[in-house]
């Protein structure tokens, strides 16, 4: 069974950073497709960076912000993200390719960019 914690979350005024992180069971995160995917409010779940061979694929409103790395000890993937600003704002998932084939979504964890 796959679940999915993702936390790290928190308020940060513009131009701030934070490291979010998503624990995976029942799934590997050394594989590509594992992807970040923030909620804002009253929006559609966006992708904005997943796992490619040799690195991570990002959007081009995240490139040079953002940075996935992963803990394959921890079965763990990481998303930094620097120079944060007020349309970061939402809720974070992260999921993988078997998390998405079954439906299965964390709870997520809330960023809030705001002065």
């Known amino acids: 069974q796959v679940q999915l914690v993702e936390s790290g979350g928190g308020l940060v005024r513009p131009g701030g950073s934070l490291t979010l992180s998503c624990a995976v069971s029942g799934t590997s995160v050394k594989i590509n497709g594992v992807g970040w995917y923030p909620q804002a409010p009253g929006k559609q779940r966006d992708l904005v960076a997943i796992?490619?061979?040799?690195?991570?694929d990002y959007a081009e409103s995240v490139k040079g912000r953002f940075a996935v790395s992963r803990d394959d000890a921890k079965n763990t993937i990481y998303l930094r993200m620097n120079n944060l600003r007020p349309e970061d704002t939402g809720v974070y998932y992260c999921?993988?390719?078997?998390?998405?084939?079954?439906?299965?979504w964390g709870q997520g964890t809330q960023v809030t960019v705001s002065s």
């Open positions: 999921n993988t390719p078997a998390g998405r084939a079954l439906g299965v």
């Open positions: 796992t490619v061979s040799g690195g991570a």
